[in-house]
């Protein structure tokens, strides 16, 4: 179905989600504002989409588990998208260069795009949740996403053995909960940097790194063993700002910072990280 070099305008049919069969969808070059997503989302045999030189605004676009082929379409021009889920599909092609900046959420999971990861990634300043299943690419090494607003991180139930990151930059961003325990089943991760987010609970006893840079959160407890037998030059490890009460500056990874206190325990669990600085 091609509609496109029409003066349709308004909003995509809602109609449109009869036709479960369609193969191809043309709307370009025409003056729709709003994309009904049940319209297009239930076109589950979809594999060709062209929406572009139109009018959307709307807040949210929703094209995943169709079958589009295609390239990734230019989207820059959509001010006002805030959410983005192209995931599960057969997009091809090389990551956009740049996405639009007013997104909190990006998903393009499962597809076969190629290429590097947008630089413009920095200047989404709104971005919460990018979901590009990142940590299970057959070749990439080397993961830097710092200095966002990411607050979430998930991955697949089954990663981690097939891994092939080595190093794994998060540092400055909004993550918290526990540390992710899969992240020490990872056979090629040498330098993990996790520095100021919002991480609690106790230091895993499986992470042995060249790299460990976890300042800055609210971790707690006892130093784990491996830990505390390290030898400065060894390993680059840091631990200040956190709430490790057992962190004396005699060990090199506790020097250059001083550590936080608890002083309602019950508020990292119910009611977010919380402790004050040490005196």
């Keep these: 179905l091609d509609i496109s070099d029409n003066s349709f305008s308004g909003s995509v049919p809602d109609s449109l989600s009869k036709l479960v069969r369609r193969k191809r969808l043309g709307l370009s070059r025409n003056s ?31 094209i995943r588990q169709n079958s589009i082929s295609s390239e990734f379409p230019y989207l820059c021009s959509l001010k006002s998208l805030s959410f983005l889920d192209a995931s ?59 200095y966002n607003n990411f ?21 400055y961003n909004e993550l918290g909960g ?27 006893t499986q992470f042995a790194l060249k790299r460990l840079l976890w300042g800055g959160n609210y971790l707690f407890g006892p130093i784990s063993g491996h830990l505390m037998g390290m030898k400065p030059g060894f390993a680059n490890v840091s631990l200040v700002d956190n709430c490790l009460y057992m962190c004396p500056e005699m060990f090199f990874f506790c020097q250059g910072g001083d550590q936080k206190f608890f002083f309602f325990f019950y508020e990292i669990f119910w009611e977010g990280p919380n402790c004050e600085r040490y005196l």
């Design 32 to 62: 729709f504002k709003c994309l009904i997503h049940a319209s297009v989302g239930s076109l589950s045999q979809l594999e060709e989409l062209y929406l572009d030189n139109n009018d959307f605004q709307g807040p949210r676009l929703e």
């Design 151 to 171: 607050t979430s991180l998930q991955v697949p139930a089954n990663m981690g053995l097939t891994s092939k990151l080595v190093a794994l930059e998060l540092s």
């Design 88 to 146: 599960d599909n057969n997009i091809t092609g090389k990551i956009p260069p740049t996405f639009p900046t007013s997104l909190v959420e990006l998903s393009v999971r499962n597809n076969n795009l190629v290429g590097n990861v947008p630089e413009n990634f920095g200047d989404m300043e709104f971005l919460q949740v990018l979901d590009l299943i990142l940590f299970d690419h057959p070749s990439l090494q080397q993961l830097t996403p710092s």
């Design 178 to 204: 526990f540390l992710p325990a899969y992240l020490a089943s990872m056979p090629n991760l040498s330098a993990l940097s996790l520095e100021h987010n919002k991480f609690i609970g106790m230091i895993p």
